[in-house]
Every structure is written in structure tokens, then in C-alpha cells.
């Protein structure tokens, strides 16, 4: 008979699921996951470290919708 779902894990159970998630959740695991995400938030990133101040702000805020659009377009498809 299988266990049931709704069971707590036990101490040792939750301090080794904690420790896999944990692994997971670093900016290195992110990149290799998505590594072209990676190159065009770097690309960008360098632009707008670049530009001078007065030219930051509408940059920035091209940069933003462009990502926000391309992270919808990821979301329909299913990225």
C-alpha cells in the first residue's frame, strides 16, 4: 500500500529535500538551465552599464518592456 502524500517527511527527509532545493536555487543552476536567457540579460546589462547617465533611464525602460515581452512569449511557449 502507497503512503500517503499529506504524511510529514521526517527530519532526516526534510533536511535532504531542503539541501536539493537549496542546490537548485543558485544563479549557476539558472544559466545552465537557460543559458541563452543568461547571454541576453548580460548583453543588456553591459549596454545599459555603458551608456551614459542621462541616457540610462530610456534605455532602461526599452530594456524592460523588451524583457518583459520576451519573458510572456517564453511563458505561452511553454519555455
Not at 504524511?7 to 539558472?30: F, I
Not at 544559466?31 to 547617465?53: D, I, K, N
Amino acid at each position: 500500500m502507497a503512503e500517503s502524500q499529506d504524511q510529514p517527511l521526517s527530519v532526516e527527509e526534510a533536511k535532504a529535500r531542503l539541501l536539493e532545493v537549496a542546490a537548485e536555487a543558485t544563479p549557476a543552476a539558472w544559466v545552465r538551465e537557460h543559458p541563452w536567457s543568461a547571454v541576453g540579460l548580460a548583453f543588456g546589462a553591459g549596454l545599459l552599464a555603458g551608456l551614459a547617465p542621462p541616457e540610462r533611464r530610456p534605455a532602461a525602460d526599452t530594456l524592460a518592456r523588451m524583457l518583459s515581452a520576451g519573458l510572456l512569449m517564453a511563458a505561452r511557449l511553454g519555455d
